[in-house]
């Protein structure tokens, strides 16, 4: 089996941070460290859309509108990727999925962010 598997999401304030983690598992993550890494959200009623991402060589891209607040890193050794989110604003209120590529594309079961008062 290959699974990913978020956590980290919740309810916060305007303002607030969270820090969503992903760890993966199963023998098609052997070569984790070569696997092109990336933090995807969706909103009610919108498309899924690219937040974050991070080549197997450490090369990071955000989207235009959480570039300076969000930060994605990765640990190869414990097969995890991470994206540390600061300043939510309510608009950011989706839920967020963990994705990973390299011949196949995998993805996790999301997890909720909310950003409310």
């Known amino acids: 089996q290959v699974r990913l598997v978020e956590s980290g999401g919740g309810l916060v304030q305007p303002g607030g941070s969270l820090r969503l983690s992903c760890a993966a598992s199963?023998?098609?993550?052997?070569?984790?460290?070569?696997?092109?890494l990336g933090w995807y959200r969706q909103a009610p009623g919108k498309q899924r859309e690219l937040v974050a991402d991070i080549s197997f060589g450490g090369t990071t891209n955000y989207l235009d509108s959480v570039n300076g607040r969000f930060t994605i890193s990765r640990d190869n050794a414990k097969k995890s990727v991470y994206l540390q989110m600061n300043s939510l604003k309510p608009e950011d209120t989706a839920v967020y999925y963990c994705?990973?590529?390299?011949?196949?594309?995998?993805w996790g079961q999301g997890t909720q962010v909310t950003v409310s008062a």
């Open positions: 994705h990973a590529r390299n011949s196949y594309n995998y």
């Open positions: 199963g023998t098609g993550f052997s070569f984790f460290g070569l696997f092109h």
